[in-house]
Protein backbone atom coordinates (compact mmCIF):
# COMPACT_ATOMS: atom_id res chain seq x y z
CA UNK A 1 0.00 0.00 0.00
CA UNK A 2 1.48 3.31 -0.36
CA UNK A 3 0.91 5.51 2.25
CA UNK A 4 2.25 9.01 0.86
CA UNK A 5 -0.84 8.99 -1.26
CA UNK A 6 -1.55 12.42 -0.64
CA UNK A 7 1.65 13.45 -2.72
CA UNK A 8 1.66 14.39 -5.96
CA UNK A 9 2.88 11.82 -8.83
CA UNK A 10 5.92 12.81 -11.20
CA UNK A 11 4.61 12.45 -14.34
CA UNK A 12 7.00 10.53 -16.50
CA UNK A 13 7.87 11.95 -19.35
CA UNK A 14 7.57 9.67 -22.86
CA UNK A 15 10.68 9.57 -25.39
CA UNK A 16 8.32 10.27 -28.89
CA UNK A 17 10.15 7.61 -31.44
CA UNK A 18 11.75 9.13 -34.15
CA UNK A 19 10.53 8.76 -38.00
CA UNK A 20 13.50 6.52 -38.86
CA UNK A 21 12.54 4.31 -35.66
CA UNK A 22 9.11 4.51 -36.85
CA UNK A 23 9.22 2.94 -40.22
CA UNK A 24 12.08 0.52 -39.12
CA UNK A 25 9.84 -0.75 -36.63
CA UNK A 26 6.34 -0.99 -39.53
CA UNK A 27 9.37 -2.69 -41.60
CA UNK A 28 10.24 -4.88 -39.19
CA UNK A 29 6.67 -6.19 -38.18
CA UNK A 30 5.89 -6.69 -41.33
CA UNK A 31 8.77 -8.57 -42.41
CA UNK A 32 8.26 -10.96 -39.64
CA UNK A 33 4.62 -11.10 -39.92
CA UNK A 34 5.35 -12.15 -44.02
CA UNK A 35 7.63 -14.84 -43.09
CA UNK A 36 5.50 -15.96 -40.50
CA UNK A 37 2.75 -16.22 -42.94
CA UNK A 38 4.86 -17.35 -46.13
CA UNK A 39 5.91 -20.51 -43.38
CA UNK A 40 3.04 -20.95 -41.54
CA UNK A 41 0.44 -20.78 -44.01
CA UNK A 42 -0.03 -19.47 -47.87
CA UNK A 43 2.94 -18.85 -50.52
CA UNK A 44 2.96 -17.23 -53.48
CA UNK A 45 4.11 -18.62 -56.71
CA UNK A 46 3.99 -17.82 -60.87
CA UNK A 47 4.33 -20.71 -63.19
CA UNK A 48 6.96 -20.20 -65.59
CA UNK A 49 6.58 -23.26 -68.27
CA UNK A 50 3.60 -24.99 -70.14
CA UNK A 51 4.29 -28.32 -68.46
CA UNK A 52 1.01 -27.93 -66.48
CA UNK A 53 -1.33 -26.93 -69.36
CA UNK A 54 -4.31 -26.65 -69.74
CA UNK A 55 -4.66 -26.91 -65.73
CA UNK A 56 -2.24 -23.95 -64.64
CA UNK A 57 -0.87 -21.53 -67.92
CA UNK A 58 2.49 -19.90 -68.21
CA UNK A 59 1.89 -16.59 -66.63
CA UNK A 60 -0.62 -17.73 -63.43
CA UNK A 61 0.26 -16.41 -59.85
CA UNK A 62 -1.11 -18.67 -57.54
CA UNK A 63 -1.20 -19.27 -53.26
CA UNK A 64 0.02 -22.55 -52.33
CA UNK A 65 -1.34 -23.44 -49.08
CA UNK A 66 1.11 -25.27 -46.75
CA UNK A 67 -1.32 -25.78 -43.68
CA UNK A 68 -2.91 -28.82 -46.21
CA UNK A 69 -0.33 -30.78 -45.52
CA UNK A 70 1.63 -29.36 -42.34
CA UNK A 71 4.30 -26.88 -42.90
CA UNK A 72 8.54 -27.83 -42.53
CA UNK A 73 10.25 -26.63 -39.83
CA UNK A 74 13.41 -24.68 -41.41
CA UNK A 75 16.11 -27.29 -42.65
CA UNK A 76 18.41 -23.93 -42.94
CA UNK A 77 17.82 -21.31 -40.11
CA UNK A 78 20.39 -18.79 -41.46
CA UNK A 79 19.13 -17.18 -44.23
CA UNK A 80 17.98 -14.18 -45.17
CA UNK A 81 14.13 -13.91 -44.73
CA UNK A 82 11.94 -13.90 -47.57
CA UNK A 83 14.37 -15.47 -50.24
CA UNK A 84 15.00 -18.36 -51.30
CA UNK A 85 18.44 -19.55 -52.92
CA UNK A 86 20.10 -15.98 -53.54
CA UNK A 87 19.35 -12.57 -52.53
CA UNK A 88 17.26 -10.45 -54.73
CA UNK A 89 18.24 -9.31 -57.95
CA UNK A 90 22.01 -10.72 -57.09
CA UNK A 91 23.91 -14.30 -57.67
CA UNK A 92 25.37 -13.63 -53.79
CA UNK A 93 23.46 -17.02 -52.52
CA UNK A 94 20.51 -15.66 -49.29
CA UNK A 95 21.63 -18.81 -47.22
CA UNK A 96 24.29 -20.01 -44.87
CA UNK A 97 24.44 -23.88 -45.16
CA UNK A 98 26.86 -24.37 -42.31
CA UNK A 99 23.90 -25.40 -39.56
CA UNK A 100 21.51 -27.67 -40.91
CA UNK A 101 18.59 -28.85 -38.89
CA UNK A 102 16.37 -31.83 -38.68
CA UNK A 103 13.40 -31.72 -40.58
CA UNK A 104 9.86 -31.92 -39.18
CA UNK A 105 6.28 -31.52 -40.35
CA UNK A 106 3.63 -29.34 -38.41
CA UNK A 107 0.04 -31.92 -38.42
CA UNK A 108 -1.69 -30.71 -41.75
CA UNK A 109 -5.78 -31.47 -42.92
CA UNK A 110 -4.86 -33.96 -45.17
CA UNK A 111 -1.89 -36.01 -46.73
CA UNK A 112 -0.72 -35.90 -49.97
CA UNK A 113 -3.39 -37.90 -52.33
CA UNK A 114 -3.02 -39.37 -56.22
CA UNK A 115 -4.55 -35.95 -58.90
CA UNK A 116 -3.38 -33.22 -56.02
CA UNK A 117 -1.29 -30.42 -58.14
CA UNK A 118 1.60 -30.10 -56.08
CA UNK A 119 4.56 -27.76 -54.92
CA UNK A 120 7.51 -29.36 -54.40
CA UNK A 121 11.59 -29.35 -54.47
CA UNK A 122 12.67 -31.43 -57.13
CA UNK A 123 15.33 -34.09 -55.75
CA UNK A 124 18.16 -34.05 -57.88
CA UNK A 125 21.18 -31.92 -58.29
CA UNK A 126 20.86 -31.57 -62.37
CA UNK A 127 17.69 -30.30 -62.41
CA UNK A 128 18.27 -27.69 -59.43
CA UNK A 129 21.12 -26.81 -62.10
CA UNK A 130 18.83 -26.51 -64.78
CA UNK A 131 20.95 -24.74 -67.80
CA UNK A 132 24.40 -24.41 -66.34
CA UNK A 133 26.70 -26.56 -67.94
CA UNK A 134 29.48 -26.38 -66.40
CA UNK A 135 28.77 -29.12 -63.74
CA UNK A 136 31.66 -28.47 -61.68
CA UNK A 137 30.40 -25.28 -60.57
CA UNK A 138 26.49 -27.12 -59.88
CA UNK A 139 25.57 -26.33 -56.30
CA UNK A 140 23.74 -28.58 -54.07
CA UNK A 141 21.73 -26.95 -51.91
CA UNK A 142 19.81 -28.45 -48.94
CA UNK A 143 16.37 -29.63 -49.07
CA UNK A 144 14.20 -26.84 -48.23
CA UNK A 145 16.29 -24.01 -50.77
CA UNK A 146 16.12 -26.59 -53.92
CA UNK A 147 14.50 -25.63 -57.13
CA UNK A 148 10.55 -25.24 -56.74
CA UNK A 149 8.40 -27.34 -59.05
CA UNK A 150 4.61 -27.85 -59.32
CA UNK A 151 3.11 -31.15 -61.09
CA UNK A 152 0.25 -33.66 -60.28
CA UNK A 153 0.99 -36.11 -58.11
CA UNK A 154 -0.35 -39.15 -59.99
CA UNK A 155 0.88 -42.01 -57.99
CA UNK A 156 2.07 -41.86 -53.87
CA UNK A 157 4.19 -44.58 -51.83
CA UNK A 158 3.20 -48.16 -52.67
CA UNK A 159 0.88 -47.22 -56.00
CA UNK A 160 2.37 -49.41 -59.15
CA UNK A 161 2.32 -46.99 -61.97
CA UNK A 162 2.69 -48.12 -65.27
CA UNK A 163 2.30 -45.93 -68.93
CA UNK A 164 0.41 -47.60 -71.99
CA UNK A 165 0.82 -45.85 -75.20
CA UNK A 166 0.60 -42.78 -73.41
CA UNK A 167 -2.40 -43.58 -70.38
CA UNK A 168 -1.72 -44.28 -67.24
CA UNK A 169 -2.16 -46.69 -65.17
CA UNK A 170 -2.53 -46.87 -61.47
CA UNK A 171 -2.35 -50.51 -59.69
CA UNK A 172 -3.54 -51.81 -62.69
CA UNK A 173 -6.13 -49.68 -63.73
CA UNK A 174 -6.87 -46.81 -65.90
CA UNK A 175 -5.73 -43.59 -64.05
CA UNK A 176 -8.00 -40.63 -64.38
CA UNK A 177 -6.99 -38.04 -66.69
CA UNK A 178 -6.79 -34.67 -66.05
CA UNK A 179 -8.80 -32.12 -67.79
CA UNK A 180 -8.00 -30.70 -71.56
CA UNK A 181 -4.72 -33.02 -70.70
CA UNK A 182 -2.20 -31.99 -73.84
CA UNK A 183 0.25 -34.78 -76.09
CA UNK A 184 2.20 -34.16 -78.90
CA UNK A 185 0.64 -33.97 -82.55
CA UNK A 186 2.74 -33.81 -85.64
CA UNK A 187 0.90 -31.68 -87.64
CA UNK A 188 1.57 -30.76 -91.74
CA UNK A 189 -0.02 -28.31 -93.49
CA UNK A 190 -0.16 -27.13 -96.87
CA UNK A 191 1.63 -24.38 -96.45
CA UNK A 192 3.16 -22.11 -93.49
CA UNK A 193 -0.23 -21.13 -91.30
CA UNK A 194 -1.35 -17.47 -90.08
CA UNK A 195 -0.52 -16.44 -86.78
CA UNK A 196 -4.06 -15.38 -86.36
CA UNK A 197 -5.26 -18.79 -87.19
CA UNK A 198 -3.03 -20.73 -84.83
CA UNK A 199 -4.16 -17.93 -82.10
CA UNK A 200 -7.64 -18.65 -83.15
CA UNK A 201 -7.27 -22.43 -81.98
CA UNK A 202 -6.31 -21.02 -78.55
CA UNK A 203 -2.56 -21.70 -78.98
CA UNK A 204 0.49 -19.42 -78.02
CA UNK A 205 4.39 -19.59 -78.54
CA UNK A 206 4.78 -21.81 -76.51
CA UNK A 207 3.09 -24.29 -77.75
CA UNK A 208 3.85 -25.26 -80.89
CA UNK A 209 7.26 -25.60 -83.21
CA UNK A 210 7.51 -24.90 -86.60
CA UNK A 211 9.75 -27.32 -88.10
CA UNK A 212 9.73 -25.69 -91.94
CA UNK A 213 9.53 -27.35 -95.02
CA UNK A 214 11.50 -31.15 -94.71
CA UNK A 215 9.81 -32.81 -97.71
CA UNK A 216 11.67 -32.53 -100.59
CA UNK A 217 8.71 -34.44 -102.56
CA UNK A 218 6.26 -32.06 -101.14
CA UNK A 219 8.02 -28.29 -101.39
CA UNK A 220 5.28 -26.55 -100.14
CA UNK A 221 4.15 -28.91 -96.63
CA UNK A 222 5.01 -27.04 -93.77
CA UNK A 223 5.74 -29.32 -90.43
CA UNK A 224 4.66 -28.15 -86.77
CA UNK A 225 4.98 -30.16 -83.09
CA UNK A 226 2.14 -28.79 -81.40
CA UNK A 227 0.90 -29.68 -78.12
CA UNK A 228 -3.17 -30.10 -77.93
CA UNK A 229 -6.03 -30.96 -76.15
CA UNK A 230 -7.79 -33.93 -77.71
CA UNK A 231 -10.70 -31.18 -78.69
CA UNK A 232 -7.94 -28.89 -80.39
CA UNK A 233 -6.38 -31.73 -82.19
CA UNK A 234 -9.89 -32.39 -83.61
CA UNK A 235 -10.51 -28.51 -84.46
CA UNK A 236 -6.61 -28.90 -86.23
CA UNK A 237 -7.58 -31.95 -88.59
CA UNK A 238 -10.68 -30.47 -89.57
CA UNK A 239 -8.75 -27.28 -90.98
CA UNK A 240 -8.83 -27.34 -94.72
CA UNK A 241 -5.23 -26.58 -94.89
CA UNK A 242 -4.23 -29.20 -92.94
CA UNK A 243 -3.29 -32.70 -94.51
CA UNK A 244 -2.27 -34.30 -91.17
CA UNK A 245 -2.32 -34.48 -87.56
CA UNK A 246 -1.34 -37.68 -85.45
CA UNK A 247 -0.02 -37.95 -82.03
CA UNK A 248 3.79 -38.03 -82.22
CA UNK A 249 5.69 -41.28 -80.63
CA UNK A 250 8.41 -39.89 -78.87
CA UNK A 251 11.16 -41.83 -80.94
CA UNK A 252 15.21 -41.35 -79.84
CA UNK A 253 14.11 -40.30 -76.39
CA UNK A 254 16.49 -40.13 -73.48
CA UNK A 255 16.78 -43.27 -71.32
CA UNK A 256 14.12 -42.64 -68.05
CA UNK A 257 14.34 -42.86 -64.52
CA UNK A 258 15.50 -45.27 -62.74
CA UNK A 259 18.25 -45.37 -65.40
CA UNK A 260 18.75 -49.35 -65.17
CA UNK A 261 19.49 -52.28 -67.37
CA UNK A 262 16.30 -53.55 -66.28
CA UNK A 263 14.12 -50.59 -67.37
CA UNK A 264 16.34 -49.22 -70.47
CA UNK A 265 13.41 -49.77 -73.07
CA UNK A 266 11.19 -48.26 -71.26
CA UNK A 267 9.62 -44.33 -72.49
CA UNK A 268 7.58 -41.37 -71.38
CA UNK A 269 4.97 -43.31 -73.79
CA UNK A 270 5.33 -46.75 -72.56
CA UNK A 271 7.08 -46.63 -68.96
CA UNK A 272 7.16 -48.99 -66.13
CA UNK A 273 5.25 -50.93 -64.19
CA UNK A 274 7.26 -49.44 -61.04
CA UNK A 275 5.96 -49.84 -57.66
CA UNK A 276 6.58 -46.07 -55.49
CA UNK A 277 8.45 -46.89 -52.39
CA UNK A 278 5.84 -46.45 -49.36
CA UNK A 279 7.56 -45.65 -45.44
CA UNK A 280 7.62 -49.17 -43.97
CA UNK A 281 7.88 -51.43 -47.36
CA UNK A 282 10.62 -53.32 -47.12
CA UNK A 283 12.34 -55.02 -50.31
CA UNK A 284 14.95 -57.84 -50.66
CA UNK A 285 18.33 -56.15 -51.66
CA UNK A 286 19.57 -57.67 -54.83
CA UNK A 287 21.16 -56.61 -58.35
CA UNK A 288 17.59 -56.23 -59.57
CA UNK A 289 15.59 -53.70 -56.31
CA UNK A 290 19.48 -51.80 -56.10
CA UNK A 291 19.76 -51.02 -59.46
CA UNK A 292 16.11 -49.63 -58.98
CA UNK A 293 16.15 -48.30 -55.71
CA UNK A 294 19.17 -47.65 -54.85
CA UNK A 295 19.76 -44.44 -55.97
CA UNK A 296 16.87 -43.61 -53.87
CA UNK A 297 18.15 -45.20 -50.61
CA UNK A 298 21.56 -43.40 -50.84
CA UNK A 299 20.31 -40.23 -51.98
CA UNK A 300 16.76 -39.55 -50.10
CA UNK A 301 16.64 -41.67 -47.18
CA UNK A 302 19.01 -39.87 -44.58
CA UNK A 303 21.03 -42.26 -43.91
CA UNK A 304 24.55 -41.47 -42.69
CA UNK A 305 26.72 -44.19 -44.66
CA UNK A 306 25.51 -45.65 -47.54
CA UNK A 307 27.83 -47.81 -49.61
CA UNK A 308 26.31 -49.76 -53.12
CA UNK A 309 28.71 -52.07 -54.28
CA UNK A 310 28.26 -55.49 -55.72
CA UNK A 311 24.65 -55.96 -56.20
CA UNK A 312 25.72 -55.41 -52.29
CA UNK A 313 24.23 -53.19 -49.57
CA UNK A 314 25.75 -51.14 -46.58
CA UNK A 315 23.99 -49.08 -44.03
CA UNK A 316 26.15 -47.61 -41.03
CA UNK A 317 28.61 -50.13 -41.65
CA UNK A 318 26.23 -52.93 -41.71
CA UNK A 319 25.68 -55.12 -44.78
CA UNK A 320 21.82 -55.71 -44.61
CA UNK A 321 20.23 -58.40 -47.09
CA UNK A 322 16.56 -56.35 -47.16
CA UNK A 323 15.90 -52.59 -46.60
CA UNK A 324 12.99 -51.22 -45.00
CA UNK A 325 11.79 -47.20 -46.20
CA UNK A 326 11.84 -44.82 -44.01
CA UNK A 327 9.38 -42.07 -45.81
CA UNK A 328 6.86 -42.13 -48.42
CA UNK A 329 7.25 -41.18 -52.22
CA UNK A 330 5.62 -40.22 -55.09
CA UNK A 331 5.42 -39.64 -58.81
CA UNK A 332 5.08 -36.07 -60.34
CA UNK A 333 3.21 -35.64 -64.30
CA UNK A 334 2.75 -32.86 -66.12
CA UNK A 335 -0.60 -32.72 -67.42
CA UNK A 336 1.30 -31.33 -70.72
CA UNK A 337 2.36 -35.07 -70.67
CA UNK A 338 4.74 -34.67 -73.79
CA UNK A 339 6.27 -31.20 -72.76
CA UNK A 340 6.74 -31.83 -68.94
CA UNK A 341 10.01 -32.51 -67.30
CA UNK A 342 8.84 -34.60 -64.82
CA UNK A 343 9.56 -38.34 -62.25
CA UNK A 344 10.11 -39.84 -65.99
CA UNK A 345 12.98 -38.17 -65.94
CA UNK A 346 14.23 -37.68 -62.56
CA UNK A 347 12.69 -39.65 -60.53
CA UNK A 348 10.53 -40.24 -57.04
CA UNK A 349 10.08 -36.82 -54.94
CA UNK A 350 10.45 -37.95 -51.01
CA UNK A 351 8.04 -36.97 -48.59
CA UNK A 352 10.15 -34.05 -46.51
CA UNK A 353 10.22 -32.32 -50.15
CA UNK A 354 7.15 -31.72 -50.05
CA UNK A 355 5.93 -28.02 -50.07
CA UNK A 356 2.37 -27.40 -50.49
CA UNK A 357 -0.98 -28.03 -51.97
CA UNK A 358 -1.74 -25.96 -55.45
CA UNK A 359 -4.42 -23.79 -53.97
CA UNK A 360 -6.22 -20.66 -56.14
CA UNK A 361 -5.21 -18.45 -58.86
CA UNK A 362 -4.90 -14.88 -57.85
CA UNK A 363 -3.88 -13.22 -60.79
CA UNK A 364 -3.05 -14.27 -64.40
CA UNK A 365 -0.83 -12.41 -67.55
CA UNK A 366 -1.05 -13.64 -71.00
CA UNK A 367 2.97 -13.14 -72.00
CA UNK A 368 1.31 -13.23 -75.63
CA UNK A 369 -1.31 -10.84 -75.13
CA UNK A 370 -1.48 -7.62 -75.95
CA UNK A 371 -2.87 -4.34 -74.30
CA UNK A 372 -5.74 -4.93 -73.93
CA UNK A 373 -6.14 -9.13 -73.20
CA UNK A 374 -3.04 -9.41 -71.43
CA UNK A 375 -5.05 -9.93 -68.24
CA UNK A 376 -6.85 -13.23 -68.07
CA UNK A 377 -9.96 -12.17 -66.02
CA UNK A 378 -11.59 -15.28 -66.17
CA UNK A 379 -8.72 -17.27 -64.16
CA UNK A 380 -9.10 -14.98 -61.10
CA UNK A 381 -9.59 -16.52 -57.73
CA UNK A 382 -9.81 -19.76 -60.02
CA UNK A 383 -9.51 -22.99 -57.84
CA UNK A 384 -6.81 -25.72 -58.75
CA UNK A 385 -8.26 -28.84 -59.30
Given amino acids: MNWK ?4 KVEETKVKKSALREWWDAILFAVVAATLIRWLIMEAYTIPTPSMENSLLVGDFLFVSK ?6 TPRTPLQ ?9 FTDIPSYIPAVQLPTFRLPGITHVKNNDVVVFNVPRIEENNYGNYNRASWIDYPVDLKTNYIKRCVAIGGDVLEIKNKQLFINGKVADNAPEMRFSYRVIAKDEINKRNIEALGLDGDDYTEHGRADNANPSHVYYSMYLTEATQKAVKSLPYVISSEIEEGGGEAERFPFS ?9 NYGPLTLPKEGMKIAINDSTLSIYGFTIKAYENNKDVVIENSRLKVDGKEVTEYTFKQNYYFMMGDNRDNSLDSRYWGFVPEDHIVGKGFFIWLSLDKYGTFVDKIRWNRFFKLIR
Fill in 80 to 88: IPLTHQKIW
Fill in 67 to 72: FHYGTR
Fill in 261 to 269: KYTSTWSGS
Fill in 5 to 8: FWEK
